[in-house]
Structures are given as structure tokens and as C-alpha cells.
């Protein structure tokens, strides 16, 4: 289960973001107002920021801070959709698909985390 929520962040990340920028990520930084080259920049710096952000999930999948962060930044991240381009709550593979599913895993796995501390004690 830890595994699903780390690789979908990462795959998910990297194909829209790094690979091929896809329109919905240029639509998102180009309603802020930036130009197309910064809007650019912008998507490809935040993959990979998330990027590095799912390789520190994989790495300290065991620290149930960084799993909270995961589910804050997943629901700011969907807020920031409906308050930016709440029409792309109904697209195909929207935030609302994605997030919430993961978001519903990362308290699976905060669980997990709380269980495991205290079969240690």
C-alpha cells in the first residue's frame, strides 16, 4: 500500500510534468498569470520537487510526519484546483480521482505507522 501511494505520486508526476508538460499543468500555471515559458518552468520545477518529495516518502515511509505532509499537500493541491480551475474537477483523471484516493491510503498508512510504533513498545 505504501508502495502504490509513493510510485502513483511519482509516475504521476513525472509524465505530466517532466516528460511531456501536459495542457491541464499549463492551463493550472497559466491561469496564475505567468507567461508560457515561466508557466514552464513552473510545472517542471514543481515534478520535480514532487519528485524528490516521493523519493523521501520512500525512503522515510516510516515517519508518520512526512506521511501528514503528503495528505496536506495533496489537499492543498486540490484546493488550489478548485479555487484556480474548478471546472477541472471533472475531467478525466482529475484531482478529485487522484488525490482523494491517495489522501484515503496516506490514513491507511498513518495508521499502519501507529500500529507498528506500538507493537514496538
Known amino acids: 500500500m505504501v508502495q502504490i501511494v509513493i510510485w502513483v505520486s511519482i509516475i504521476h508526476d513525472f509524465f505530466p510534468k517532466l516528460y511531456h508538460i501536459a495542457p491541464l499543468e499549463k492551463l493550472m500555471t497559466g491561469s496564475a498569470g505567468f507567461s508560457a515559458e515561466v508557466s514552464d518552468l513552473i510545472t517542471r520545477s514543481a515534478g520535480i520537487g514532487e519528485i524528490i518529495f516521493g523519493l523521501c516518502l520512500l525512503v522515510f515511509y516510516k515517519n508518520k510526519?512526512?506521511?501528514?505532509?503528503n495528505i496536506l499537500a495533496l489537499l492543498g493541491l486540490l484546493l488550489a484546483v478548485v479555487v484556480m480551475q474548478p471546472q477541472?474537477?471533472?475531467?478525466?483523471?482529475?484531482?478529485?480521482?487522484?488525490?482523494?484516493?491517495?489522501?484515503?491510503?496516506?490514513?491507511?498508512?498513518?495508521k499502519e505507522i501507529k500500529l507498528q510504533n506500538n507493537r514496538h513498545l
Request: charged residues 5%; hydrophobic residues 65%.
Open 65 to 69: 510526519h512526512i506521511v501528514i505532509l
Open 88 to 110: 477541472l474537477l471533472i475531467e478525466a483523471f482529475n484531482p478529485v480521482t487522484t488525490n482523494l484516493p491517495l489522501i484515503g491510503l496516506s490514513f491507511i498508512w498513518l
